[in-house]
C-alpha cells in the first residue's frame, strides 16, 4: 500500500495552466479506471473535483480535467485563478477492496 | 442536505482505545459504501478503513489492521470507527467520507491525539 507519487508542488500565474501528475503502478493506477481528485484548502475538508479518471461532478467548473496513460494520472487546471490555490490528492483503487491516496500537492498561483 | 458529522476524537493515551462516530442525514446510508480517511498534522490523506453498504465486507490499511474495527448501524444511519492499542503516529484528524470508488461527502472531521 505504497501512496502514489506526486509532485510536492507546482505554481502558476493567473490565466495560465498548470497540471499536476500522479504516479502509481499498474496494480493501482494503471489497473482500474477509478482515480479520483481532490482539493483542500486550509483547515477544510477535502472536496471531490475529478472521478473515474476524467468525470467532473456537478458544480465544478470545466477548468478542471483529468487523464489517464498508463500508470499515471493527471490533473490539468486550465485558466487559472486565485481561489484554485490549494492542496490537491490524487486517489486511486488498488484491487481487493483497498485505496490509496498521492502524497498531495500544493498549489500556488502566483 | 447531504451531511456527515464525526464525533468521539480527543485526547488519548498511548496503548489507550476510543470510538468515531459518523451520523449521516440527508441520503439512502444503507445503499453507500462508507471510509475513513486520516490526516495527520500538516501531511497528507491516508485512507483508513472502507465497509460496504450491508457492513459484511470490511477492509484496512495496513497501518491499522488488527487494531482499528469499521462497523455501522443502517438502522440509526451510523457509521463507527473501534481504535484500540493507538500509537502516537496515529494521531491525526479523521474524517468519514461516502462513496464507492470516490468519495463525493465528507465529514468536518474529528481531531485523535495520541500522547502521554
Known amino acids: 500500500q505504497s501512496a502514489l507519487t506526486q509532485p510536492r508542488s507546482v505554481s502558476g500565474s493567473p490565466g495560465q495552466s498548470v497540471t499536476i501528475s500522479c504516479t502509481g503502478t499498474s496494480s493501482d493506477v494503471g489497473g482500474y479506471n477509478y482515480v479520483s481528485w481532490y482539493q483542500q484548502h486550509p483547515g477544510k475538508a477535502p472536496k471531490l473535483m475529478i472521478y473515474d479518471v476524467s468525470q467532473r461532478p456537478s458544480g465544478v467548473p470545466d477548468r478542471f480535467s483529468g487523464s489517464k496513460s498508463g500508470n499515471t494520472a493527471s490533473l490539468t487546471i486550465s485558466g487559472l485563478q486565485a481561489e484554485d490555490e490549494a492542496d490537491y490528492y490524487c486517489?486511486?483503487?488498488?484491487?481487493?477492496?483497498?485505496?490509496?491516496f498521492g502524497g498531495g500537492t500544493k498549489l500556488t498561483v502566483l | 442536505e447531504v451531511q456527515l458529522v464525526e464525533s468521539g476524537g480527543g485526547l488519548v493515551q498511548p496503548g489507550g482505545s476510543l470510538r468515531l462516530s459518523c451520523a449521516a442525514s440527508g441520503f439512502t446510508f444503507s445503499s453507500y459504501w462508507m471510509h475513513w480517511v486520516r490526516q495527520a498534522p500538516g501531511k497528507g490523506l491516508v485512507w483508513v478503513s472502507g465497509?460496504?453498504?450491508?457492513?459484511?465486507?470490511?477492509t484496512y490499511a495496513d497501518s491499522v489492521k488488527g487494531r482499528f474495527t469499521v462497523s455501522r448501524d443502517n438502522a440509526k444511519n451510523t457509521l463507527y470507527l473501534q481504535m484500540n492499542s493507538l500509537r502516537a503516529d496515529d494521531t491525526a484528524v479523521y474524517y468519514c467520507t461516502r462513496g464507492g470508488y470516490s468519495y463525493d461527502c465528507w465529514g468536518q472531521g474529528t481531531l485523535v491525539t495520541v500522547s502521554s
Open positions: 486517489y486511486s483503487y488498488a484491487g481487493s477492496f483497498i485505496w490509496v
Open positions: 465497509i460496504n453498504s450491508d457492513g459484511r465486507r470490511t
